[in-house]
Nanobody
Framework: QVQLVESGGRLVQAGGSLRLSCAASGRTFSNYNMGWFRQAPGNEREFVAAITGSGGFTNYADSVKGRFTIFRDNAKNTVYLQMNNLKPEDTAVYFC????????????????????WGQGTQVTVSS
């Protein structure tokens, strides 16, 4: 069973940057498509970004395109979310997720396409 642990969330001022990390257990990390999702109080879970196992293909929500970057280091079994120019509306609990059933060239934005989830890390952006 895959275990995912997010870290890096904290309070940051609008316009600032954060890098979130998601460490995964297992020996087949490079086979997993990985995604980042977020959920704010009272809102539904929202897609943020996704990346294929090789790192060759990415997918971003329109709300974060140009500001956030997803990347991975398969040697460290870790996927990252670099968040720049943060806005108050980015405030949420951020979750990483893994899928071992997706296409290796299409990282999907739908939460139901993912098989394992972390517990989340809180990001708070003050204005």
């Amino acid at each position: 069973q895959v275990q995912l642990v997010e870290s890096g969330g904290r309070l940051v001022q609008a316009g600032g940057s954060l890098r979130l990390s998601c460490a995964a257990s297992g020996r087949t990390f490079s086979n997993y498509n990985m995604g980042w999702f977020r959920q704010a109080p009272g809102n539904e879970r929202e897609f943020v970004a996704a990346i294929t196992g090789s790192g060759g293909f990415t997918n971003y929500a329109d709300s974060v395109k140009g500001r956030f970057t997803i990347f991975r280091d398969n040697a460290k079994n870790t996927v990252y979310l670099q968040m720049n120019n943060l806005k108050p509306e980015d405030t949420a609990v951020y979750f990483c997720a893994a899928s071992w059933t997706q296409s290796p060239i299409v990282p999907l934005p739908r939460a139901r396409s993912y098989d394992a989830w972390g517990q989340g890390t809180q990001v708070t952006v003050s204005s």
